[in-house]
């Protein structure tokens, strides 16, 4: 399997843009996770979906921020209009649904996102 | 409501020296118990975890935790690093039965030579 994949890996945008970020969790993961990292605020829960049903966005900062899943094979989480405080990592992690054993969570690489 | 507390924000270390990595955590239910490694320009990957059990639980590449229920702590340790060691280390825990993994601030780990 190759994993959970985000694209881009980098993305560089100016104030006000729209951004949309990208994750392919690995196949028959029922869990889908998005994360925002930054060096004030470490690992930040964003939102998370359960067989492609948005659980929980308590964690979304502000209405400028949305996610989708359209099916189970990809997420997106759009920025609009995007602000130099959304700079940040982001990450989209994925998870197995199951008994104790499954709530490991595989991570992709990330998009380190840079808003001018 | 959890909440993960990684007392140092940085720990530098010398190459064959020991190690520990501190953690505390609070929640008002039973939780798993979590160690991920975070390398430069990675996303995380799971070191080791505790579910139930023995208290101490270890990892392939010698790193240890022992699960302290009384304390509320979930400490790391290695008893030498080598300098391939060196990344940002997050504990983390999730509530039984949950599907929401709390991560503590992270803990740099820098080891010199």
């Known amino acids: 399997d190759a994993g959970v994949i985000q694209s881009p890996r980098h993305e560089v945008t100016e104030m006000g843009q729209e951004v949309t970020l990208r994750c392919k969790p690995i196949?028959?993961?029922?869990?889908l996770f998005w994360y925002r990292q930054t060096m004030m605020r470490g690992l930040e829960l964003l939102i998370y979906f359960n067989n492609n049903v948005p659980i929980d966005d308590s964690g979304m900062p502000e209405d400028r921020f949305s996610a989708k899943m359209p099916n189970a094979s990809f997420s997106t989480l759009k920025i609009q209009p995007s602000e130099p405080r959304d700079s940040a990592v982001y990450f989209c992690?994925?998870?197995?649904?199951?008994?104790?054993?499954?709530?490991?969570?595989?991570f992709g690489s990330g998009t380190q996102l840079s808003v001018l | 409501a959890q909440s993960v507390t990684q007392l140092d924000s940085q720990v530098p270390v010398f190459e064959e020296a020991p190690v520990e990595l501190r953690c505390n955590y609070s929640?008002?239910?039973?939780?798993?118990l979590f160690w991920y490694v975070q390398y430069p320009n990675q996303g995380l990957q799971l070191l080791l975890k505790?579910?139930?059990?023995?208290?101490l639980v270890e990892s392939i590449n010698g790193f240890e935790a022992e699960f302290n229920k009384s304390q509320t702590s979930f400490h790391l340790r290695k008893p030498s690093v080598h300098i391939s060691d060196t990344a940002e280390y997050f504990c983390a825990v999730i509530p039984t039965g949950g599907f929401k993994t709390i991560f503590g601030a992270g803990t740099r780990l820098f080891v010199k030579a």
């Open positions: 992690a994925s998870s197995p649904n199951g008994g104790p054993t499954n709530e490991k969570l595989f």
């Open positions: 196949s028959g993961h029922d869990y």
């Open positions: 929640s008002s239910v039973s939780v798993y």
């Open positions: 505790y579910l139930s059990g023995s208290t």
